[in-house]
């Protein structure tokens, strides 16, 4: 079955510094979707990648998938207080039913004013 | 934007009580699902529905049931509820199936004393 591993698993950052977190497939990605989840919130939809070296950005957060599709990475440029919580990837889950999504655990960031 | 509406945002019952969490969207989404969110496990998918008065089992049926009369709501049923079951609960809802993502609820946090 497919597994995705999100590191590192928490990330604490001066307000102002860029980051990364990454996702990483144990199968090749058909679809790969970034999630923002404030604490004791739902989830919230940021952006969707699909094929190989696609880029996306929204405000200061920009998504990449690799050119294997096996990788996705989120960077944060000059991060700020609004962007702490848990990021969350998710990908199509051919095996499983094309309706299901498979989650990685997350990775918590704090920002530091 | 896609609504979905989670009932209750935080909920406490007894053990061996019937709880019932309701989920709404308002989006024609053919697919609806619910998970549950707990530390260091992520997100597990409980059960999914496909259409109306259908439904799949997701990873961690057991003790739940759930219910889709009509195309917009989709409940999930804890029979008689144990203190294994307490937890953030998520709805989720989807049109169609990969390369579109799901759209999240606020979550329920459930509380079994």
């Known amino acids: 079955s497919q597994e995705l591993e999100q590191s590192p698993q928490s990330l604490i950052v001066q307000e102002g510094k860029n980051l990364t977190i990454n996702c990483t497939s144990s199968k090749t990605l058909y679809g790969l979707y970034w999630y923002k989840q404030k604490y004791g919130e739902g989830l919230i939809f940021l952006m969707m990648l699909q094929k190989g070296g696609e880029e996306k950005s929204h405000e200061k957060i920009t998504a990449k998938l690799d050119e294997k599709k096996q990788q996705s990475s989120l960077h944060i440029t000059a991060s700020q207080p609004s962007h702490a919580g848990i990021y969350l990837c998710g990908a199509d889950n051919r095996e499983g039913g094309s309706e299901k999504l498979v989650f990685g655990k997350g990775t918590k960031l704090t920002v530091n004013p | 934007d896609v609504k979905v509406t989670q009932s209750s945002r935080y909920l406490v019952k007894r053990t061996g009580e019937k709880v019932f969490l309701e989920c709404v969207q308002d989006?024609?989404?053919?697919?609806m699902f619910w998970y549950r969110q707990d530390p260091g496990l992520g997100l597990r998918l409980i059960y999914f529905?496909?259409?109306?008065?259908?439904?799949e089992k997701g990873d961690i049926p057991e003790g739940y049931s759930v219910s889709r009369e009509k195309k917009e709501r989709f409940s999930l049923i804890l029979e008689s509820a144990s203190t294994n079951q307490t937890s953030m609960y998520l709805c989720a809802s989807r049109k169609g199936g990969p390369g579109q993502p799901q759209h999240f609820g606020d979550g329920t946090r459930l509380s079994i004393l």
């Open positions: 989006m024609d989404h053919e697919n």
């Open positions: 529905s496909y259409d109306v008065k259908m439904k």
